[in-house]
């Protein structure tokens, strides 16, 4: 079991979670769940320059929130982040 | 006041008869008015689930159609006199029945009954929309499985669409050792993707498969799924009980050679 683990690198029900909540922000928003992808890397990138990130360890989604002066929930872009360090990379 | 309930899910054989015909039992137990109604009209199984295929003379369609009364088609359950089943056709097709046509149906059996749970059919065509057009409030089930969720999550969308009052989660078949050792997603991870409140959840319990072998749904039996199904029911009647989810209910000698060979 543990050979799997390190072999996989992830538990089969984190893939899971993970696909699906991929998969669901990308029907919800009528897009293929490759653009979702786009946009994590594009940020992934951006990001990085200026901390220690996993690209592992990033989540973006759609959900809904509610915003201020906005009656209703409405649907936002969310991207959770990890940072391992929050240093200025260096530059400081 | 009586309040109209729909069973559903999007993806077949996830357990929406099984959860109709217990949910039902359950309820006709704890001493409420109970009217079952199996919609999934060319498909009827909630029969076989309680047991009653024997004891069929008229059907849904009939009476939608004026072929009998209502009194004729409804079944008395053999064990509780307070519950009745109306069966689907199994001749007919989903065209046989518009949403019209259910919205009055449920209404005729409000008078009679607390509670009118419909068990709907698979998939978002004509058959879901006839059952969820007289319901008040939705429970969606689901398995931990992405083809399960992934239905769910378009059925939530459909009926948030459609203005359904009240909408709520059973996940079922949850394995808890499988969730420990991180092999399938939990409880909590299902709510998380899906947003919608959960009203239960059910083990994944071979007890389950014994109860539709033998036509007699297990509602508050000595068993995990028994239990949850029992919960599941008093919380509908308004009691708070949180939900816990039971050790699977696998024989000894199942868990013994599970055991061993993850030795």
């Known amino acids: 079991m543990n050979r799997r683990r390190c072999v996989v690198g992830k538990r089969s029900g984190e893939i899971a979670r993970k696909r699906l909540k991929l998969l669901l922000a990308a029907e919800k928003t009528d897009c293929s769940p490759d653009f979702l992808e786009m946009i994590k ?52 | 006041m009586s309040e109209v309930i729909v069973i559903t899910s999007g993806k077949g054989g ?5 959860t109709s015909a217990n949910i039902g039992t359950g309820l006709a137990m704890l001493g409420m008015r109970v009217a079952l109604i199996d919609t999934d009209i060319g498909l009827r199984n909630l029969d076989v689930v ?54 009055k149906l449920t209404e005729d059996l409000k008078d009679d009954f607390d509670y009118i749970l419909l068990d709907c059919p698979a998939g978002i065509e004509q058959g879901f929309r006839n059952a969820v ?23 939530i969308g459909l009926l948030e669409n459609g203005d359904m009052g ?8 949850v394995r808890t050792d499988m969730v420990r050792r991180g092999d399938m997603m939990s409880v909590d991870d ?3 993707i899906l947003a919608v409140p959960l ?28 239990q949850a199904y029992m919960d599941i029911c008093k919380r509908l009647l308004g009691e708070d009980i949180p939900v816990c989810i039971p050790e699977a209910g696998r024989s000894l000698i199942s868990r013994l050679t599970g055991f061993l060979k993850r030795a």
């Open chain 2, 199 to 226: 009203l239960g959840a059910i083990p994944d319990d071979e007890a389950i498969v014994i109860s539709t072998n033998q036509g007699e749904p297990l509602a508050g039996t000595d068993t995990p799924s028994g």
């Open chain 1, 41 to 92: 890397d594009d940020i992934c990138a951006v990001v990085s320059k200026y901390m220690d990130i996993d690209p592992e360890e990033i989540e973006v989604g759609i959900t809904k929130a509610v915003f201020k002066g906005v009656p209703d929930r409405v649907p936002a872009f969310y991207a959770n982040i990890p940072a391992r360090c929050l240093s200025y990379k260096g530059i400081i």
């Open chain 2, 133 to 155: 057009a007289g319901a008040d409030r939705a429970l969606v089930v689901t398995t931990p499985e992405v083809s399960a969720i992934r239905d769910a999550d378009r059925i």
């Open chain 2, 190 to 192: 299902v709510m998380d």
């Open chain 2, 14 to 18: 996830v357990g929406k008869t099984t």
């Open chain 2, 50 to 103: 309680m047991g009653l295929e024997n004891r069929i003379v008229y059907n849904l369609v009939d009476v939608v159609e004026g072929n009998c009364r209502m009194k004729q088609a409804l079944i008395r359950d053999k064990r509780y006199p307070n519950l009745y089943l109306l069966p689907s056709a199994q001749t007919r097709d989903k065209s046989a029945v518009n949403p019209e046509q259910m919205i």
């Open chain 2, 166 to 173: 009240q909408i709520q989660l059973i996940v079922n078949r």
